[in-house]
């Protein structure tokens, strides 16, 4: 079952890179008394992920800012390691938004957004979307009918639809 608008996020456990090296952190320590965006992606490096998705939110911070989101998070099936240096590469780090991955797909796979694309070698990956996030009840969810397409999902057409 895939998570809706008004559903309230399923807890998982998260991975992100602190000060002292990877560290986990709880879905609910995240979101919870809080008004946050979590933007999920197929994989760091990856085409449409760093080229269009991670920049259209970096572009839209202030925007999103502006309107009472406290924090920004782009999660991925893959390592803290990874997520971290992608951030550096990318400019999310610097922007302020949050990396973290989803290892073992843990909440990708709760939320019912994962895909699997062999030809390509992908596996458990994360649909592409965008969520708003209220004291984590999912208030806005936008999700992409293809990995490849950065439109609804992304910080642009987000910020238009809060």
């Known amino acids: 079952m895939t998570i809706s608008e008004g559903d309230s996020l399923p807890e998982a456990t998260l991975a992100r890179m602190g000060d002292k090296g990877p560290e986990q952190v709880t879905v609910s320590a995240l979101t919870k008394?809080?008004?946050v965006v979590i933007f999920g992606l197929p994989g760091a490096y990856t085409g449409t992920c760093t080229t269009a998705h991670v920049p259209s939110f970096i572009r839209t911070m202030d925007g999103l800012k502006a309107k009472g989101v406290e924090d920004v998070y782009c999660v991925s099936?893959?390592?803290?390691?990874?997520?971290?240096?992608?951030?550096?590469?990318?400019?999310?780090?610097?922007?302020?938004?949050?990396?973290l991955g989803d290892p073992a797909a843990e909440l990708t796979k709760a939320m019912g957004l994962d895909f699997t694309a062999p030809p390509v070698g992908l596996y458990d990956r994360s649909k592409r979307y965008a969520m708003?996030?209220?004291?984590?009840?999912v208030v806005k969810l936008q999700v992409e009918e293809s990995p490849g397409v950065c439109e609804v999902s992304a910080g642009e057409a987000l910020l238009a639809a809060i």
């Open 132 to 137: 708003l996030v209220e004291d984590g009840k």
């Open 77 to 99: 099936v893959n390592d803290p390691f990874v997520m971290g240096a992608w951030g550096e590469s990318t400019g999310a780090n610097a922007a302020g938004i949050g990396m």
């Open 33 to 35: 008394g809080r008004k």
